[in-house]
Structures are given as structure tokens and as C-alpha cells.
């Protein structure tokens, strides 16, 4: 059985405040671990509206602290926002409060404009450094080293997987390079998902935390008890993205009966575009639609994002997306079997 994750990044919708995004946020992670999901990533944005967990690494503390058995993790933290010992030191914190659990998923983007990333870190030298930087990073989590000078403690000698995320051929190529599993953002930057996972798959060199590749896969899946249902969800994320290309980012928007009338075609046809991996409707077009991503892709892994204005309305999406899963799975037991 293919494990199932959830990307989240603790949406604040129209009306509400980020303190209770939060604790929508620690709902959810206790709702996807008692239906079976694999692990529970937060994602690094800044300066944006509708997005609640900018200081990634204290959510994935909240959200460890309140669940028992979920992996906790990053999906991901923009390492050029930061230097590798800062977060070398969080994240050997988080690993010390919870062992075992904890993901370390790195990206080069800025989660931001690039104003909100110089306010981030003044001397920031971008992404241009980020090889260096996750080298840097992997070194201080090394055992002691009397030779090291600088170390992080927490953080010296501890277990944390690393992850290089992407949305272009650079992270594929990083990942592949460094032997490091690899999760690809193809819930909002699908164009590059084929080449980068053939590009990974097949320049990977095993090391030391990866003996195969291991590609992991975003995937936006709104599932509700009729496709009609599914699809007005679905306007939501759809009206987010057109508010972030007209550069006017708000707080997650109601979902609306007509999704046209918001916009012209050529807007449409872009956020189709960007949108195109997704999985919308009732249980068996999800179904339908993620073996047909899982047959496409051969990933090892889906990451799911659930972009629901309705906090009920997105656990029960959660809960039919783990029904989908098993029926996946006995499909696939039938046919081996047969």
C-alpha cells in the first residue's frame, strides 16, 4: 500500500484569524493520523495572507507535541531564508523532543517576494548558494567531530532525513547527486513533474541515508460525497491562485457557485494549467484520477494538499482520500492475485 502524506499549510480563511488556522491545523495532523497518513509536512511561506505557518519549524513543534505517532516535518524550509546551523539547531531540537518523527524537507525558492526575502536575511545571497548551504547543514548533523569547530547542539550525531524539494530539474539533479529522497511540487508547478522525476531516478547516487531513489509527489485531491460538491470546493484554491497572479494574495476565499464568472478565459486556462494535478470529486473519480497519477508517475509516495475553505469539509476529504487509498491498494492485491 502506497503511503499517503498531507502538505498543509495552515490556511487562514475569509473571516478567521491565524490563532485558530493553528489549531485547525493541529485538528487536522490528529485526523490524518488516526486515518493512516504517513506523515504531516508544513510548508515555509512569508508575507502572505492566507498562510499561517511562516515560522514553520514552531508549528511542526505544535503539531508533533500534539499528536503520538505521525512523522512531523518540513515541506518545506527555504534554506536560503535562513543559515544551515539555525536550522540545523531547530530541527536538532525538534528531533531531541521528538525522536523519530521528525522530516527535514529543504527548498531554494524564497516562499516570498524578494522584499520579504531580504527583510527575512539582510546578507541573503539567494539561491544560488543552496548546494553549499544543504552540504553545510548535512555536516552538523554529523557525529562530534573534534575537528568542527561550529556545531549544532541540539542536533551533532542526530537521525533527521533530508529531502530536497523541487519544481524544476535543479532539485532532481541536487537530490539525485547528494543521494537524498526527493518530493516534487506538482500541486501547483506540474510542467517539469516527468523529466525531473526520469532526471532523479536516473542520475541517483546512493548514499549513505538512500540506497534507491525515493520520489515523493504533490498532489491536490478535494474529495467530497458527489463530484458537483467537490468541484464548488474546488473554487477556493482556484480563486486563491488568480488573486496571487493579479499579485493581490487575501485570506482563502468562500467557495462560489460559478468560478467563470470571476474571471476571463485566458485567466481560467492559466490556473487549469497550474492546477492540472489535481484530483476533484466525489470517491471514485479520486479513485480514478490518482491511479491514474500513481500509474503515470510511479511515485513511491503522494503528499496530499486538501486546499478547503470548510475545516469539516477538508477532514472529510482526508477521510475519503484513506478510503480511496485502501481501494487502491485492494485493486492493486486483486491484481496480483489474478
Known sequence: MIPF??????????GNTASQALQNTLDLARHAEE?????????????????????????IGYVA???QTIRVGSGGIMLPNHSPLVIAEQFGTLESLYPGRIDLGLGRAPGSDQATAR???????????????VIELQRYFQPDDSGQFVQ????????????????????????ALLGLPYAFASHFAPAQLMRALQVYRSQFKPSAQLQEPYAMVAVNVIAADTDQEAERLFTSVQQQFLHIRRGKARQMQPPVDDIQALWPDYELAGIESVLSCSAVGSAGTVQ????????????DELIITAPIFDHEARKHSLTLTAQVRQALADTSLQGVVH
Request: aromatic share 8%; glycine share 12%.
Open 5 to 14: 502524506s498531507v502538505l498543509d499549510l495552515s490556511p487562514i480563511v475569509a
Open 35 to 59: 486515518l493512516g497518513y504517513n506523515r504531516y509536512w508544513l510548508a515555509e511561506h512569508h508575507n502572505m495572507p492566507g498562510i499561517a505557518s511562516a515560522a514553520t519549524s514552531v508549528v
Open 65 to 67: 507535541g500534539g499528536t
Open 119 to 133: 527583510a527575512l536575511r539582510r546578507d541573503a545571497t539567494g539561491p544560488d548558494t543552496f548546494p553549499q548551504d
Open 152 to 175: 549544532a547542539i541540539p542536533g551533532s550525531g542526530l537521525d533527521i532525513p533530508i529531502w530536497i524539494l523541487g519544481s524544476s530539474l535543479f532539485g532532481a539533479q541536487l537530490a
Open 288 to 299: 480514478r484520477g490518482l491511479a491514474s497519477f500513481l500509474d503515470q508517475t510511479q511515485a
